[in-house]
């Protein structure tokens, strides 16, 4: 006799996936047609036993009902055959015999009758009611989890978080023994029908055969081999039950002898993993409900290949949700949750934000989707690839190639149009052109990136007051900058989050703000900087600032014509930055120090090719003061405000303008 192939593993009970869910219902589907058909089946008896005058009649439905166990379907049927078989071998005899059993009315309630009422009442009812246990543990536990997502992060919420990752346990643990009691009835269930539909009818034919010990001798000859096979079956299925009811009641004290820190949330022992290319577990997805209000949804996330794939309880398979190839992944601040981060594919359209249950579980997504970002999971070997980008992160900081290096057929890198402005020998401006200079050429190994600016303007230009005119790391203020004068016929802002900074060596190729925007990404990547501070970026047509959207002070601004070079990404768009040219005067001396250059890297929330335009036009109008005709043919070919500004855009800060913007945002970067 085959051993059952299918059973629900102990092990999944904790768990608790969708896979586990969709396999407990078809261990359901099958309970439920077995119970449908035991009763069926113990109406067939019951009549034999009672309709004696009637009993051809009786016992022809009842081989009727042995020949349609063979057509219920049932779903974890496998396995099944001989036992099938049997029943067929039964239903013939009785249809032999059919004329013969008018006086067993004893002998068939105890042996066929009663054990059949046996196995409903005790096995098939327990079955029921672990399942109604098991409803309300689960019920329990999805409320529990609910009032635990809901905490605040304040510190005041300890105790009372405390209180809920208490209940959280004790539901988990409840829902756990519930599950695991369930899941072990279900499996047994699978080898006591076997013994449920074979034992009453061993009962009956034995009684049949000593009913009708002088009729019978051709017949018992017949069938006692048979009778002997069926009654080894049955053992031999007794006996695979028995030891598996031990192996799952050890399995059950071994699993519940774990520390209770496996139930609780945000208690997780093991370290990060931050090389995984795989993720599966539970999220808290936010939908929106109607205009303003959203909804919270718990639901069951794993990755598949490039796509992030959900699946709601009780769905055969999961769909697609985002395909995560060159998709973007950042930590949030969201409705006072913690542990949130949003994904949003490669052109910004599409994005969700999704909640983690610990801090572990949040950090291993977040860089299990950066992963798949890479499309590590294409290589030959991902995991290792994955862990050896992990391992040899910090040499990111010190290039060994250009960051815009590209494989044969990738985008024109001429797309950003005015990235490509480079001041020439004759004081204009020309376009780059040749090829692209090694890494150390353009920028220091080991050069220090500074990821935000921690001086307002007026600390810059106390700490250079003394001595002559000199270039701090992240250029200077002018008066000629400052908001009073700034009379300027171009004046355009925008939202950006401020990256990083660097020295770099050179800025006469934008190929030094490609090589910054690697380092800067890379340092931000490897020592887990995710945080960014949102700022205006004011183009005008004299000058840059960079303006607190609070309280609208200007942390820093350069003249437009120190800034030598500006680029946007090919790629991703929504990257930009430029290399702003000052000298050097430590050496104190009255001569014109020598030129040095610093890149800044900012994200956009609009095209950054949008902000390299505005600041060319911006380079355009300088040189057409120069000339009262070509700034009135400039004019004339750009539309003017009320005010005569340029107009080039709708404002792209919304309400951000009125100092209400938020703080302390994350980067997509």
Same mark, same amino acid.
């Given at each position: 006799?085959?051993?059952?192939?299918?059973?629900?593993?102990?092990?999944?009970?904790?768990?608790?996936?969708?896979?586990?869910?969709?396999?407990?219902?078809?261990?359901?589907?099958?309970?439920?047609?077995?119970?449908?058909?035991?009763?069926?089946?113990?109406?067939?008896?019951?009549?034999?036993?009672?309709?004696?005058?009637?009993?051809?009649?009786?016992?022809?439905?009842?081989?009727?009902?042995?020949?349609?166990?063979?057509?219920?379907?049932?779903?974890?049927?496998?396995?099944?055959?001989?036992?099938?078989?049997?029943?067929?071998?039964?239903?013939?005899?009785?249809?032999?015999?059919?004329?013969?059993?008018?006086?067993?009315?004893?002998?068939?309630?105890?042996?066929?009758?009663?054990?059949?009422?046996?196995?409903?009442?005790?096995?098939?009812?327990?079955?029921?009611?672990?399942?109604?246990?098991?409803?309300?543990?689960?019920?329990?536990?999805?409320?529990?989890?609910?009032?635990?997502?809901?905490?605040?992060?304040?510190?005041?919420?300890?105790?009372?978080?405390?209180?809920?990752?208490?209940?959280?346990?004790?539901?988990?643990?409840?829902?756990?023994?519930?599950?695991?009691?369930?899941?072990?009835?279900?499996?047994?269930?699978?080898?006591?029908?076997?013994?449920?539909?074979?034992?009453?009818?061993?009962?009956?034919?034995?009684?049949?055969?000593?009913?009708?010990?002088?009729?019978?001798?051709?017949?018992?000859?017949?069938?006692?081999?048979?009778?002997?096979?069926?009654?080894?079956?049955?053992?031999?299925?007794?006996?695979?039950?028995?030891?598996?009811?031990?192996?799952?009641?050890?399995?059950?004290?071994?699993?519940?002898?774990?520390?209770?820190?496996?139930?609780?949330?945000?208690?997780? #022992?093991?370290?990060?993993?931050?090389?995984?290319? /795989?993720?599966?577990?539970?999220?808290?997805? =936010?939908? !929106?409900? +109607?205009? *303003?209000?959203?909804?919270?949804?718990?639901?069951?996330?794993?990755?598949?290949?490039?796509?992030?794939?959900?699946?709601?309880?009780?769905?055969?398979?999961?769909?697609?949700?985002?395909?995560?190839?060159?998709?973007?992944?950042?930590?949030?601040?969201?409705?006072?949750?913690?542990?949130?981060?949003?994904?949003?594919?490669?052109?910004?359209?599409?994005?969700?934000?999704?909640?983690?249950?610990?801090?572990?579980?949040?950090?291993?997504?977040?860089?299990?989707?950066?992963?798949?970002?890479?499309?590590?999971?294409?290589?030959?070997?991902?995991?290792?690839?994955?862990?050896?980008?992990?391992?040899?992160?910090?040499?990111?900081? #010190?290039?060994?190639?250009?960051?815009?290096?590209? /494989?044969?057929?990738?985008?024109?890198?001429? =797309?950003? !149009?005015? +990235?490509? *402005?480079?001041?020439?020998?004759?004081?204009?401006?020309?376009?780059?052109?040749?090829?692209?200079?090694?890494?150390?050429?353009?920028?220091?190994?080991?050069?220090?990136?500074?990821?935000?600016?921690?001086?307002?303007?007026?600390?810059?230009?106390?700490?250079?007051?003394?001595?002559?005119?000199?270039?701090?790391?992240?250029?200077?203020?002018?008066?000629?900058?400052?908001?009073?004068?700034?009379?300027?016929?171009?004046?355009?802002?925008?939202?950006?989050?401020?990256?990083?900074?660097?020295?770099?060596?050179?800025?006469?190729?934008?190929?030094?703000?490609?090589?910054?925007?690697?380092?800067?990404?890379?340092?931000?990547?490897?020592?887990?900087?995710?945080?960014?501070?949102?700022?205006?970026?004011?183009?005008?047509?004299?000058?840059?600032?960079?303006?607190?959207?609070?309280?609208?002070?200007?942390?820093?601004?350069?003249?437009?014509?120190?800034?030598?070079?500006?680029?946007?990404?090919?790629?991703?768009?929504?990257?930009?930055?430029?290399?702003?040219?000052?000298?050097?005067?430590?050496?104190?001396?009255?001569?014109?120090?020598?030129?040095?250059?610093?890149?800044?890297?900012?994200?956009?929330?609009?095209?950054?090719?949008?902000?390299?335009?505005?600041?060319?036009?911006?380079?355009?109008?300088?040189?057409?003061?120069?000339?009262?005709?070509?700034?009135?043919?400039?004019?004339?070919?750009?539309?003017?405000?009320?005010?005569?500004?340029?107009?080039?855009?709708?404002?792209?800060?919304?309400?951000?303008?009125?100092?209400?913007?938020?703080?302390?945002?994350?980067?997509?970067?």
């Amino acid at each position: 006799m085959p051993a059952v192939h299918h059973k629900l593993l102990l092990e999944d009970a904790l768990q608790d996936s969708p896979q586990t869910r969709s396999l407990l219902s078809v261990f359901e589907e099958d309970a439920g047609t077995l119970t449908d058909y035991t009763n069926q089946l113990l109406q067939s008896m019951q009549r034999v036993f009672g309709a004696q005058s009637e009993m051809g009649l009786a016992t022809e439905q009842l081989s009727q009902q042995l020949l349609d166990y063979e057509k219920k379907n049932f779903a974890l049927g496998k396995g099944d055959e001989e036992v099938i078989t049997t029943l067929q071998h039964f239903a013939k005899t009785v249809g032999e015999m059919n004329a013969l059993h008018c006086d067993l009315a004893t002998q068939m309630a105890d042996s066929m009758v009663f054990p059949l009422i046996q196995f409903r009442e005790k096995d098939l009812t327990e079955v029921s009611t672990l399942r109604e246990i098991f409803g309300i543990a689960s019920d329990e536990h999805e409320a529990a989890m609910v009032k635990y997502s809901r905490l605040p992060k304040k510190k005041e919420s300890e105790k009372m978080k405390a209180d809920h990752v208490k209940e959280v346990a004790y539901t988990r643990r409840k829902q756990h023994q519930a599950s695991m009691q369930y899941y072990c009835a279900l499996n047994a269930l699978q080898y006591r029908k076997r013994v449920a539909m074979l034992e009453p009818m061993l009962g009956y034919t034995q009684s049949q055969v000593n009913f009708f010990k002088k009729g019978m001798e051709l017949v018992s000859k017949k069938l006692d081999t048979f009778l002997s096979s069926v009654s080894t079956m049955t053992q031999n299925i007794q006996a695979q039950l028995d030891a598996e009811a031990e192996d799952m009641r050890a399995s059950q004290r071994e699993l519940l002898s774990v520390e209770d820190t496996v139930y609780m949330p945000d208690r997780d #022992t093991e370290p990060v993993n931050r090389a995984l290319i /795989q993720k599966a577990g539970y999220l808290n997805i =936010r939908n !929106k409900v +109607g205009l *303003v209000t959203t909804a919270w949804d718990r639901l069951y996330f794993f990755t598949q290949g490039g796509n992030l794939m959900c699946q709601p309880r009780g769905a055969v398979a999961g769909g697609m949700v985002l395909d995560l190839d060159n998709s973007s992944v950042m930590a949030v601040e969201c409705e006072d949750r913690r542990y949130c981060f949003q994904i949003a594919s490669p052109t910004g359209k599409t994005s969700m934000i999704l909640q983690a249950e610990s801090k572990k579980e949040y950090e291993e997504w977040i860089c299990t989707v950066n992963n798949i970002s890479r499309q590590i999971y294409l290589t030959d070997n991902p995991e290792a690839v994955a862990i050896r980008l992990n391992q040899t992160a910090i040499q990111a900081v #010190t290039p060994i190639t250009s960051f815009e290096k590209r /494989q044969e057929g990738s985008p024109n890198p001429d =797309r950003a !149009k005015p +990235g490509g *402005v480079v001041q020439s020998s004759s004081g204009g401006f020309s376009q780059n052109a040749g090829a692209a200079p090694e890494a150390d050429d353009l920028i220091a190994p080991g050069t220090p990136i500074q990821f935000d600016i921690m001086l307002p303007a007026s600390e810059f230009q106390d700490q250079n007051r003394s001595g002559g005119r000199r270039t701090n790391p992240f250029g200077e203020t002018d008066d000629e900058c400052s908001p009073e004068s700034d009379d300027s016929l171009l004046q355009q802002v925008f939202a950006v989050q401020f990256l990083g900074s660097m020295a770099v060596r050179r800025g006469d190729n934008r190929e030094v703000i490609y090589e910054a925007m690697r380092q800067v990404l890379a340092a931000r990547a490897i020592h887990n900087i995710f945080k960014t501070t949102e700022s205006h970026l004011m183009v005008t047509s004299s000058c840059l600032r960079l303006i607190d959207p609070q309280t609208q002070v200007t942390r820093i601004s350069f003249q437009l014509g120190e800034v030598c070079q500006f680029a946007a990404h090919q790629e991703n768009g929504r990257l930009m930055g430029f290399v702003v040219e000052g000298r050097d005067w430590s050496d104190g001396g009255e001569e014109e120090g020598e030129p040095s250059y610093s890149a800044f890297i900012f994200e956009s929330n609009t095209e950054g090719e949008k902000i390299c335009y505005t600041i060319s036009l911006g380079k355009d109008i300088i040189e057409a003061k120069k000339d009262p005709e070509a700034l009135a043919q400039l004019m004339k070919t750009m539309p003017l405000t009320n005010d005569g500004k340029f107009l080039l855009l709708e404002s792209e800060t919304g309400e951000t303008e009125d100092g209400s913007g938020p703080e302390d945002l994350e980067s997509e970067a």
